[in-house]
């Protein structure tokens, strides 16, 4: 019995290292994502929209926003930081935005990445009155801001 306690504790512990790992999933705030994560930190400073970008980030006033991405992914890692330098830049007012990062597997706690189907990181939804209006998936076709109005 005792052979057997130790063997089930030996095989456990790869698990437990696993769940160390683990990429962080949940809602998150830009203050903490640029602090703790050095990669965003580093597009966010490196990228300088352009004038014509930022003026475009205004059609997004009184919209919702809803971004999912993970903390783990190289796309998100370029368009997150992207964004949150654009929404800072044009000081547009939006109704509401939420920072959702989602783990390996897409999904968080909360079910916001269920609820919004996301298949790809990172997932960009402008909605209004809950509508959503526009999607970018992964990499915009044009810039960021561009992608994001379209049709707006």
């Not at 790992?21 to 994502?33: E, K, M, N, R, Y």
């Not at 490196?46 to 970008?53: E, G, L, R, W």
């Not at 929404?87 to 897409?106: C, M, P, R, T």
Request: hydrophobic share 40%.
């Amino acid at each position: 019995m005792f052979k057997q306690l130790i063997l089930l504790c030996a095989l456990s512990m790869p698990l437990l290292s696993c769940a160390a790992d683990a990429p962080f999933s949940g809602g998150i705030t830009t203050d903490v994502l640029l602090s703790d994560y050095d990669k965003f930190n580093e597009q966010y400073k490196a990228f300088t929209p352009t004038a014509q970008d930022i003026a475009l980030m205004q059609k997004l006033e009184g919209k919702e926003l809803i971004v999912l991405f993970g903390t783990w992914c190289h796309d998100s890692e370029r368009e997150v930081p992207r964004l949150i330098k654009l929404l800072d830049e044009s000081k547009v007012q939006l109704a509401s935005i939420k920072y959702v990062a989602v783990g390996y597997n897409k999904q968080d706690d909360a079910g916001i990445a269920l609820a919004n189907d996301l298949q790809y990181t990172p997932t960009f939804i402008v909605k209004q009155n809950g509508k959503e209006l526009v999607r970018v998936i992964e990499k915009p076709s044009g810039t960021l801001a561009q992608d994001l109005t379209k049709g707006l």
